[in-house]
């Protein structure tokens, strides 16, 4: 059974009054950035700071990816109220040992979000992600899908985007102040599609952001064995990657990327797309 759900809505830009190099007064968009502070079953947990687009998903994909809930009929009710900035979330059974998972703490490198409850790594290694695999021809149709969606980025900057692909085509595309919250926000909409739960099994998650060793993780969590960035990955972000088995593609714009790991799940057509301007040393997988 599916939670109830709320269709808050808040402005997701500001226009603002600015001046220029020029010295001239011009008028501009900015983000919003709300506070979101989350009661689990009339229990404060967390304060999330997020653009607002689809504060019931976040919420929801947050509970998720923070393992405190493992299946989505475990949520009775997901409330928001702009009007006071909190969501009130009432699960069917409770949260068993909720005060002992969410006592330790982890500060992370995410903006928007930066804390995460409990040992990153916990679980890791019993994650099992599925066969998959991606064409390049599929890798440059998702760089160029992302190329010509209408973002808050484009009117006034300052948030990540992240989107997820089945093949090169989109499924839904997210945006918010900070990268986890709209890797969050695309896990709980992933729960809440058609009938059954969507499985990632053959997605691909693509974000503006870097891939650290959290989102990495996140990602796993959800089942998509395939991330793509437009940024670069970090030292434990590849370390995961490698673990997991996952396919990492980085600094991927235009006709340019960076195949960290997971090269096995990556199908290139050299012959298609070499040229001089790329020539480099033949990679054998």
């Given at each position: 059974?599916?939670?109830?759900?709320t269709?808050?809505?808040?402005?997701?830009?500001?226009?603002?009054s600015v001046?220029?190099?020029?010295?001239?007064?011009?008028t501009?968009?900015?983000?919003?950035?709300?506070?979101?502070?989350?009661?689990?079953?009339?229990?404060?947990?967390?304060?999330?700071?997020?653009?607002?687009?689809h504060?019931?998903?976040?919420?929801?994909?947050?509970?998720r990816?923070?393992?405190?809930?493992?299946?989505?009929?475990?949520?009775?009710s997901?409330?928001?109220?702009?009007e006071?900035?909190?969501?009130?979330?009432?699960?069917?059974?409770?949260?068993?040992?909720?005060e002992?998972?969410?006592?330790k703490?982890v500060?992370?490198?995410?903006?928007?979000q930066?804390?995460?409850?409990?040992?990153l790594?916990?679980?890791?290694?019993s994650?099992?992600?599925?066969?998959?695999s991606?064409?390049?021809?599929?890798?440059?149709?998702?760089?160029?899908?992302?190329?010509?969606q209408?973002?808050?980025?484009?009117s006034?900057?300052?948030v990540?985007?992240?989107?997820l692909?089945?093949?090169a085509?989109?499924?839904?595309?997210?945006e918010?102040?900070g990268?986890?919250?709209?890797?969050?926000t695309i896990?709980?909409?992933?729960?809440?599609?058609?009938?059954?739960?969507?499985?990632?099994?053959?997605?691909?998650?693509?974000?503006?952001?870097?891939?650290?060793?959290?989102?990495?993780?996140?990602?796993?969590?959800?089942?998509?064995?395939?991330?793509?960035?437009?940024?670069?990955i970090?030292?434990?972000g590849?370390?995961?990657?490698?673990?997991l088995?996952?396919?990492?593609i980085?600094?991927?714009?235009?006709?340019?990327?960076?195949?960290?790991s997971g090269?096995?799940?990556?199908?290139?057509?050299l012959?298609?797309?070499?040229?001089?301007?790329?020539?480099?040393?033949?990679v054998?997988?």
């Amino acid at each position: 059974m599916r939670p109830r759900l709320t269709q808050a809505h808040a402005p997701l830009t500001r226009e603002v009054s600015v001046v220029n190099e020029l010295g001239c007064v011009d008028t501009v968009s900015i983000p919003a950035e709300r506070a979101l502070t989350v009661y689990v079953d009339k229990r404060e947990l967390v304060t999330l700071m997020t653009l607002g687009a689809h504060p019931e998903l976040l919420v929801l994909g947050f509970l998720r990816n923070q393992r405190l809930v493992s299946a989505v009929d475990e949520v009775d009710s997901i409330t928001v109220d702009w009007e006071v900035g909190a969501v009130a979330v009432k699960t069917r059974q409770g949260i068993s040992d909720i005060e002992a998972r969410t006592a330790k703490r982890v500060v992370t490198t995410g903006c928007g979000q930066g804390s995460v409850f409990g040992d990153l790594m916990a679980e890791v290694d019993s994650i099992q992600l599925p066969a998959a695999s991606l064409t390049q021809t599929e890798l440059y149709g998702i760089v160029n899908a992302i190329r010509l969606q209408e973002t808050t980025y484009k009117s006034s900057g300052s948030v990540h985007g992240c989107a997820l692909f089945k093949g090169a085509d989109m499924l839904v595309f997210i945006e918010d102040v900070g990268r986890h919250n709209a890797l969050d926000t695309i896990a709980g909409w992933m729960w809440m599609h058609d009938d059954t739960p969507m499985t990632g099994a053959d997605k691909v998650f693509y974000t503006t952001g870097r891939l650290t060793s959290e989102m990495v993780i996140k990602s796993a969590q959800m089942g998509v064995p395939i991330v793509v960035s437009r940024s670069g990955i970090t030292e434990m972000g590849l370390d995961v990657a490698q673990r997991l088995g996952l396919c990492a593609i980085g600094r991927a714009t235009n006709k340019r990327f960076l195949c960290y790991s997971g090269v096995e799940r990556l199908t290139l057509q050299l012959d298609q797309f070499s040229s001089a301007e790329h020539a480099s040393r033949p990679v054998t997988v």
